[in-house]
């Protein structure tokens, strides 16, 4: 695929065309996300309270009970969004799923490692150890270029 960008003063707001010679399924799935408009706030709920937790000072989200989590350095939030909803609201660059329980935010990882056979172990920013399983083992050595 070809991206080009333009640059021009007369064009108030962007446009975007897409030229190709049939819909595919790359075309569609990028025509929808242009077209999304996903909200990028994450509310967490903690002691009663609502705060906006900023993408950027998450350190993983986790499934556990039925319930979603966010945590952070201030502490453990509740969240009422699914996991795969608050996957769509992180950035793709710094968030990665390691299990289908488990988002975390590759900027706040000390250290993996790579001795256990079959998986990655996951040394977070606060102390936490996490793994990463099996199904999602080669996404991550892709993104880490390993």
């Known amino acids: 695929m070809q991206v080009e960008i333009k ?5 108030t707001d962007p446009k975007i065309i897409i030229l190709t010679a049939s819909m595919t399924d790359e075309v569609s799935s990028i025509v929808k996300k242009l077209s999304e408009n996903v909200s990028q706030i994450i ?3 903690k002691d009663e309270k609502i705060e906006i937790l900023e993408p950027a000072d998450l350190i993983r989200i986790y499934a556990n009970s039925g319930k979603v989590f966010a945590v952070t350095g201030k502490g453990e ?9 608050a996957e769509e609201r992180l950035p793709s660059n710094q968030f990665i ?4 329980s488990e988002i975390i935010n590759l900027k706040k990882v000390n250290n993996f490692d790579l001795s256990f056979t079959g998986t990655i ?5 606060n102390g ?9 083992v080669p996404k991550l050595k892709k993104i880490l270029g390993i």
């Open 7 to 11: 640059i021009d003063s007369s064009y």
């Open 43 to 45: 509310p967490g709920y």
């Open 77 to 85: 939030y509740t969240l009422q969004l699914r996991l795969y909803e």
């Open 97 to 100: 799923r390691i299990s289908n």
């Open 121 to 125: 172990c996951v040394k977070l920013s």
């Open 128 to 136: 936490i150890t996490t793994y990463v399983s099996r199904r999602y």
